[in-house]
């Protein structure tokens, strides 16, 4: 029941989006353009992308991208769906429910037009419902535009009567905090410690989690300071207690965030807000609200320490 009323919510809100925002213009200078279809009906006229349209059949989605408003959808080529099926273990469409591909195929969709000129590399929050916001995507923009780390635009600017298109070659999946970790590369360190002090199952849960994601360069600050060359030198045993220094119960965004005493999964940390957020008075909040499925990142320019007990 609560993952429905979720997505109720953001077709609600898509459909608010809607009705506030302005038309296309229909003079549109793109060679691909075909503004006279909605981004659904461009899809059902071409047959790499017959799987998706079954897919927003399935998900009671049509309607939605038939509507007004200007869109940004990401679209799976059947190759795509074929190994994303591979990797499920399923045949096809029918095998899924349309309660597991409605978050999936919001994933895909930006409630405002960005054309690949408008993209840069940062979070974009998506329609996809998660937990009580809206899923973020990262995209990067560097040799091209990739997704999630390894999804490729492969065709970028479908300019069509709602929106815009960009053809990818894979499915992608709303993200939890270990993936949008792993999706990152500016996390790799952050992962390479999470994976050996055994937390990636723990925090792949359902959670929720707020992460406190310390960069690379943070980790390398920490590793000059205890003069070690990197975490093939630590321990799981010592940075198993760092490590959930950073987490903390719950999905805190940073609207929920106020200055104080914050209790963590090993121990408070103090958070001040003013003149700019940081922790413990010499950590700062360099980026926040990057929404998973099971929690929220935000992320630091340091790595953060317990009090030694």
């Given at each position: ?53 079954q ?71 998506t ?39 960009h053809?990818?070659?894979k ?32 925090l ?21 300071d ?14 198993t207690?760092i ?45 926040t ?21």
């Amino acid at each position: 029941m609560k993952t429905k009323n979720l997505i109720l919510m953001s077709i609600a809100l898509t459909g608010m989006f809607f009705m506030a925002s302005c038309s296309k213009d229909d003079n549109a200078a793109d060679p691909m353009a075909t503004t006279d279809q909605t981004i659904a009906e461009y899809a059902s006229g071409d047959l790499n992308f017959s799987i998706l349209v079954q897919a927003l059949a399935k998900a009671d989605l049509v309607d939605v991208l038939n509507g007004s408003g200007n869109f940004t959808v990401f679209a799976p080529t059947n190759s795509a769906f074929n190994a994303l099926f591979s990797t499920l273990g399923v045949t096809g469409i029918a095998d899924l429910s349309a309660e597991t591909l409605t978050p999936i195929l919001l994933y895909h969709v930006l409630g405002t037009e960005k054309k690949a000129s408008m993209i840069t590399s940062g979070y974009y929050a998506t329609l996809s419902p998660a937990e009580g916001n809206f899923a973020s995507m990262n995209i990067s923009v560097s040799g091209g535009v990739y997704i999630d780390k390894d999804t490729k635009v492969t065709i970028a600017d479908v300019d069509v009567k709602n929106g815009v298109i960009h053809v990818i070659d894979k499915v992608l999946l709303p993200p939890s905090v270990v993936d949008i970790a792993l999706d990152n590369s500016n996390f790799s360190i952050l992962v390479q410690a999470v994976v050996k002090a055994n937390l990636v199952e723990t925090l792949s849960t359902a959670g929720p989690f707020t992460i406190f994601a310390p960069t690379n360069a943070a980790f390398e600050a920490l590793f000059a300071d205890l003069g070690v060359a990197g975490v093939a030198d630590l321990t799981a045993e010592q940075l198993t207690p760092i490590l959930l220094y950073h987490v903390v119960s719950g999905n805190v965004r940073s609207s929920d965030l106020s200055d104080g005493s914050v209790e963590t999964l090993n121990g408070p940390i103090e958070i001040s807000l003013m003149p700019s957020p940081s922790i413990n008075g010499t950590t700062m909040i360099v980026a926040t609200d990057v929404q998973a499925t099971n929690g929220v990142v935000h992320v630091i320019d340091k790595v953060l320490l317990p009090a030694a007990r």
